[in-house]
Structure formats: C-alpha cells, structure tokens
C-alpha cells in the first residue's frame, strides 16, 4: 500500500509547483530543508503554526523537560528592566510572541519596576505599553486567551497588553517608537531575517534595545552528536504523539539547522545598524542570547 506523505509535505509541494514559472518564483529560500519560492514561505511557515499553536506550550514543555522557561527568565533577566530608569512606562514591542511568555514574564518585571525619581524618565508622559506581535492570528488567540487568566496583569501597575497581527519584515509603527525590542524562537522563521533586523532598528528609539533568543548552535562536538540525534529522531515523534502533527515538528528541527551560527547572526545585526553587539551562548550554545542598541544619536 502506497504511504500518504505528511500533509505539511503535500502543502510545500503545492506550494513549490503553483510558484514555478511565475515572477514571485524567481528568489527562492529554505523551509527547512526544503527550498521554496520566497512567496510561499510565509504561508507555509504560517501552516505550521496555525496546526501547533493549541498545544505549542505544552510541546516547548516536552521537548526541552521545561529548560525553555529558564531560557526566557534568563533573557528577561538579562534585560534588566528593574534598572532602567523609567521602567514603569517603558515602551515594549515583542515580535513573534504570540503567546505571550516573553510579554507576561516583561508585564511582570515593569510592574514591580519603579518610576524614575523627580520625573526624569524620558517616557514619562507615556503609560506603560507591551505590545505583542505575531504574524499567526492563533497563536495571538493563545496569547490573549492565557492573559485573560492572568488578574495581576488587567490593571496598574501592570502594563497595557496590546495584541497585533504583523510581520517583522512590515511593522506597522512610526521610527523611534521603541525603547526594547524582543524576539524569541521567531527569527528563524522570517523569510528575509535581514529585513526583519532593519526593521527592529528602524522602530528602536536612540538607546533602544534588541534582544534576541533563539536556537542556536552547540558549541561542544560531542553533545553536538546527541543533540543532533535527539533532534530530528525524538523531536518529530513527539510532535506525533503530543500534538498529532510530526510534519511541523519536522520543519522545527531543520529550520533549527539552517538559522546563522552565533557570530554570524551577530554580525547580521551590526550590519543593520546595532552597535555594543553581543551574544551570551545557554546550554552550551542550544540557544544563544544576543543584544544589541541602537545607539544614541
């Protein structure tokens, strides 16, 4: 009996065949190991997490044995939102966080922050505004439907939560809107990571910071091996038996693969214009921290 491929396969081939012949067709990129006209990646990548975003924290829970909540707690703490003078009404746009595990953990972190003494906070006048960003309408509808069973976070001190549906590459804001910009375990997914770096400098405010959490590249060659192993032979299977979908798990794993290694990502950053750049490797390079200022003009 002929075996049915994976149906994010079927997607991806389609995808592939009514590209082929057109203009769009002519720049073309990876989707996982697959290569695809730029125009489709977005459409496949937004399948992908359409399929997965009911059950995307759960399997972030089984796949890492709960690691990734200390990786998120470590970026939040590397912010270092408490010690910014005007804290409390800090402007935050947290790009590809539909769910809202970066935005709660920083909601959490401004409320307890407190206002900059005799008002010399630059942002003042400003109330305090986290907005999440996600090009994925579901996995905002999981983010909203979790902030609804959060009371700490419905009033002040607590930020405003703002929801919208965005792409990191086309951000809907004016220049200078910002005064942090985060991103996690999102960037490896935009089709042009470089326009998406341009854009989180165009939106930063002189002094603004971008940061970045995302998979990376182990650092030691042996537990390269069993990472690798682990990866793409216990990771897809787990997206089968959790989530009921082994295709976009499979896509995971190999986009994992194809995103830059640390220092060339670092380099990408200060390509579009971020200075003091640097990068803080977690489990031994697993996922890397990096961050970087748009310097004061």
Not at 75 to 99: F, H, Y
Not at 129 to 147: F, K, Q, T, Y
Not at 160 to 169: K, S, V
Request: glycine share 6%; aromatic share 8%; proline share 5%.
């Amino acid at each position: 009996m002929r075996r049915r491929l994976p149906a994010l396969a079927a997607v991806a081939r389609r995808a592939f065949c009514s590209s082929t012949g057109s203009a769009s067709s002519t720049r073309t990129t990876h989707f996982g190991f697959q290569t695809v006209a730029e125009d489709d990646k977005e459409r496949l990548v937004g399948h992908v997490f359409q399929n997965v975003a009911s059950k995307y924290d759960l399997m972030n829970d089984v796949m890492s044995a709960g690691v990734h909540r200390v990786w998120k707690d470590t970026m939040v703490e590397m912010l270092g939102i408490r010690s910014i003078p005007g804290a409390a009404n800090l402007q935050v746009l947290d790009v590809g966080g539909g769910t809202g595990d970066i935005a709660f953990r920083i909601a959490h972190e401004m409320a307890r922050a407190r206002p900059a003494p005799g008002g010399t906070s630059p942002n003042e006048r400003e109330a305090p505004r986290i907005v999440v960003s996600d090009i994925n309408p579901a996995m905002l509808a999981e983010g909203r439907r979790r902030a609804e069973q959060m009371p700490s976070l419905a009033s002040p001190p607590a930020p405003r939560l703002e929801w919208l549906t965005a792409d990191a590459r086309r951000l809907p804001f004016d220049d200078c809107s910002f005064d942090v910009y985060t991103i996690a375990f999102c960037i490896r997914n935009v089709t042009r990571v470089d326009e998406a770096l341009r854009e989180a400098y165009r939106v930063l405010r002189p002094g603004g910071r971008f940061v970045c959490l995302e998979f990376s590249h182990v650092t030691n060659p042996m537990l390269a091996k069993a990472y690798e192993h682990y990866s793409f032979n216990v990771i897809p299977r787990m997206g089968e038996l959790v989530a009921s979908d082994r295709a976009s798990y499979q896509y995971l794993v190999e986009s994992i693969r194809q995103f830059p290694k640390q220092e060339q990502f670092a380099t990408m950053m200060r390509e579009a214009g971020m200075r003091s750049v640097t990068y803080t490797n977690l489990t031994f390079g697993t996922v890397a921290v990096h961050s970087g200022f748009r310097l004061a003009e």
